[in-house]
Every structure is written in C-alpha cells, then in structure tokens.
C-alpha cells in the first residue's frame, strides 16, 4: 500500500517508517523537522522512501502532496508532544495539533483516503482514583494543554466520520519507549544524566517520583497500527499497551541495575527530587485493545533502549 507518514523524522514514526517499508509499503514521510524530528532517525532505513521537509498545516504544500501521490492511508504522528513545553506556550500545539491535523483531515476527506491519527492514552485524564485501566468509551478529561490538543483532535476526526463519512483509524497508545526518541524525554535524559561525566548534570525527578506510567515498546506500537490497518479495521478506536506499569522511580532503579550489569557505570546522585510539574496526572492506565501478550518484555525491550541510548550519549 502507498502510505503518507507525517512526523516520520520522531520518534514513533521514525519506527514506523520503518516497519512499514520492512513490510514492502511505499512510504512518503512528511516532516517539518523541529526540534524534535531528526533526519539522522531515518539513516538505516530497510529500502528507499521518499521525504518531504514541509508543515502539515501549510496547505497548499500538502494539497500537492496528495495530488502527486494518490495515497491509500495516511498515518499522522506528526505532533508537538512534550507536556512541558505546552505548559510553558500552548500555542504551537494547538497549531499543529489541532489545525495541522484538520489540514490533513480535510485532504483525507477530498482524496477519499483512509485517516489514522495518533492520540494518546493522556486524553483519558488521570487514572489515579480508577479501579481498571480506562477503555475507549470512556469520557475524555484531559489535563494539560498538550492532551486538549490530542483530545480535541480525536473530537475534529470523530466528526469528520459523523458529518462527511470519512473513514478513520484512532490509536491511543501509552507511555512508548524504545531508541532514537528526543532527549529531552525521561528514559534517553535519564541514560544520559546517569552516565554523564559533568557534575553538573542532574536528572529533575517531579515530586514523590511515585507517578505510574505503564511502558509499550514502540516497534510494538507501529505494528499494531500496521496490522490494525492491514487487517481493515476501520471507524474504530483502539487503546494501544503492553500493559506493564511502574512507579517512575521504580523505573529509575531498573535503568541504574541495567546500566551496572552491562557495566556502564550510573551515577544515581544525578537524581535529585524537584516540584512536581503544574497539573501532573499520578497515573495514565489503559485496557489494551491489542493483546498484552503481543508485547515485547519490557526488560528485553529496555536493555535494547539503554544500549541504543548509551551508544549515542557516551
Ligand atoms: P516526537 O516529538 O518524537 O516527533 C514528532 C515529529 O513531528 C517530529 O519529527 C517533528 O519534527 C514533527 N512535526 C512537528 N510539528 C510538525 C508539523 N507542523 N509538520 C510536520 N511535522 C511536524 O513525537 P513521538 O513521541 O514520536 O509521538 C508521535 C505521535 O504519537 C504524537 O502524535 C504523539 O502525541 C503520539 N504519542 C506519543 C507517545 C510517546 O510516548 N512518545 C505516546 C502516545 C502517543
């Protein structure tokens, strides 16, 4: 199949530009290359693809993209995804998540192909007070700007399905790890501050440090959407997880043996407990719609990720 990746120089989609091309797809990536998109993430790619450095809120550029390439699925990663930032300008994720992605939805809709958007499992709010993870009809109660814009997204793509029949795919995946994603994220920061020789550096824990984030490999994420997608699942929305959670310094503890038993020497006095983060969920918690056992282990899976990490950051 001809697939449009939009955000495929990040970190999932870099793992799905991946999969897909291994899968004999013809792939088009879209990326505006921002801070966070990286063409290095798209070095040892299985066969050629080609790639547009553009903006998926500018129109015209992405009306000649689909123009020239008749796409049977668009898969959109495309995003402004660090919760921090969005709490210091919320704007840029608005922009492109929510007008980016209607821009890309519009086009969807004209040329008659199927729409898949990444969403998050952060839509469906904390999960702290829950006895089970939340499901997809559950309502959306989204805590901080960067969710909203997820949130409202998924609302824009729900109604283009109710209004103009458009045919879409909603992937609400948890907590992805795995390499090449941007340092600033808290497994490659953590790697890098443990090993790091500057003094100076120091990993910011947020508050008791006993937030649970559940942990899904991405290259199972990318193939879950793919085989979603090639199985003709359509009009559907589909929490995606392995299902493994951990209090994050439990996490950071995990990473420290890791990093000892191979030998590269953490140093855990880099941790240091700073102010929790404004609005901070204590805990995101999903029922996968996938099944569990799909997943990679997470120690096999982690062992994997700090190699990677430890490559690029010694
Ligand atoms: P990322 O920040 O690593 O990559 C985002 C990519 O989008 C970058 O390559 C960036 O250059 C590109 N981009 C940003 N704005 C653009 C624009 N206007 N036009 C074109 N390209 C643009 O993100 P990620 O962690 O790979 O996440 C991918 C998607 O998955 C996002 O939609 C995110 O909300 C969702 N998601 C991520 C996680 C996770 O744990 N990383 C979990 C759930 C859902």
Redesign the pocket.
């Given at each position: 199949m001809k697939v449009l990746i939009?955000?495929?120089?990040?970190?999932?989609?870099?793992?799905a530009v991946h999969h897909f091309l291994s899968c004999g797809d013809e792939v088009i990536v879209?990326?505006?290359?921002?801070?966070?998109?990286?063409l290095e993430?798209l070095d040892d790619m299985p066969r050629p693809f080609t790639f547009e450095n553009?903006?998926?809120?500018?129109v015209s550029t992405m009306r000649a993209v689909f123009r020239e390439n008749r796409f049977d699925v668009v898969v959109?990663?495309?995003?402004?995804?660090?919760v921090d930032n969005s709490i210091r300008d919320s704007a840029?994720f608005v922009?492109?998540?929510l007008a980016?992605a209607t821009v890309l939805m519009d086009l969807a809709r004209e040329y008659e192909t199927l729409f898949c958007?990444?969403?998050?499992?952060?839509v469906y709010g904390d999960a702290v007070d829950s006895d089970i993870g939340f499901e997809t009809t559950d309502p959306l109660r989204p805590r901080n700007p960067?969710s909203v814009t997820?949130a409202a997204a998924d609302m824009m793509l729900l109604s283009y399905h109710n209004t103009f029949k458009q045919s879409y795919l909603i992937?609400?995946?948890?907590?992805?790890?795995g390499p090449?994603?941007?340092a600033e994220?808290f497994l490659p920061k953590l790697v890098e501050t443990l090993i790091s020789y500057d003094a100076k550096a120091i990993f910011p824990l947020y508050g008791d440090g006993r937030q649970v984030r559940e942990w899904?490999y991405?290259g199972d994420?990318v193939k879950a959407i793919r085989d979603t997608i090639v199985a003709g699942e359509r009009n559907r929305i589909l929490n995606i997880s392995s299902g493994f959670s951990l209090e994050n310094i439990e996490t950071i503890r995990r990473v420290v043996d890791v990093l000892d038993e191979r030998g590269y020497m953490a140093n855990p006095e880099r941790i240091k407990h700073v102010e929790d983060r404004l609005g901070h969920d204590r805990r995101y918690w999903i029922e996968s719609d996938i099944p569990t056992n799909a997943f990679t282990p997470f120690d096999v899976a982690l062992k994997k990720t700090i190699d990677h990490y430890y490559q690029r950051f010694a």
């Open positions: 939009t955000g495929g120089a990040g970190f999932i989609g870099s793992h879209v990326d505006k290359l921002t801070y966070a998109g990286k993430n553009a903006d998926i809120c500018d959109n990663f495309a995003a402004e995804t660090h840029p922009q492109t998540n980016g958007q990444l969403s998050t499992d952060e960067y997820k992937f609400r995946p948890s907590n992805n790890f090449r994603q941007h994220k899904t991405a994420t």
